[in-house]
């Protein structure tokens, strides 16, 4: 057998009935190897040729061993195999609302969600939580994802941070704060010639593959940029880039699109243009 199987063949209905029958042939001749096993299967079954059989066997392994083998919950326990293990790219899109992430899908798998009784209206409960469930997983892959992405942006400026440092002259090496606090309002700590010497220059690190270009502000960094003033800056990393471009931003550049708390309201969170009046 392959040990690897693409997402394509894994997530279709030929696999997914395949390995219905491997494992009620499994279940009555636990006794047999896995090659006379799928002969067995072949042999006896008409419509095995029609089915993938070795995708099936490598679904078998992502799939709870006591899930039922009919109707509704053995469908939706393939999918939430598939989708755990492979992390199609689409699966992302499941924290968009049930409809939104299904016109998205080609024809095929469309069908695969329709069979797993997965679009039924009105929406039983049972089916809200398994979509909840799911939904919740595809929020941590993205959550992940951006967690990468931010760090991969924070050693840039690690990166870009060095060099400066040896271009304007100081022997010191910038230190990456963030990593190890994430309430202390800037991610780096690096340093500048100042009037009376070496001052320490804070930098908050963004990252941004949206357009047009913005990155998000919090009321925590915000605090930190009005209380540290001319020593703070932003390094804002436009990822869309094959070379991610960097845009550098002074906090009396961010502050005209700060918002102010107003009656009882107070703001946490900010989306800040990087191309404006800068």
Known sequence: ????????????LPCFEGLRLFRKYRASHPELPL???????ESVEADAHSLDMEASVYLSGLVEKDCPLDGHLFYQACIKGVLIKHQPIWAKLMRQGRKRFVKRLDRNDQDIFAAAGLMESP????VVTWWDSVSGYARLLTD???MEQGRAAEILSLEHERKRLKEVGIDLEPEWPGFDDNFAGYD???????????VNRLIEVKFT??????????RNEWNKAVQAAEAYVFHIWDMNQAAPVLHIRTVAEVAPHIPTDSGRGTWTNTQVPVFTNF
């Not at 090659?35 to 299967?41: E, H, M, Q, V």
């Not at 340093?191 to 010497?197: F, I, L, P, S, T």
């Not at 593959?209 to 998000?216: A, G, M, N």
Request: aromatic content about 6%.
């Open 1 to 12: 057998m392959t040990a690897a199987i693409s997402t394509e063949r894994v997530f279709s």
């Open 35 to 41: 090659t006379d096993l799928l002969a067995l299967i």
């Open 123 to 126: 929406t039983p409960l049972h």
């Open 144 to 146: 992940h994802e951006k």
């Open 188 to 198: 780096v700590l690096s340093y500048d010639h100042g009037n009376a010497g070496i």
């Open 209 to 218: 593959t949206i357009s047009p270009l913005r990155f998000i502000v919090t």
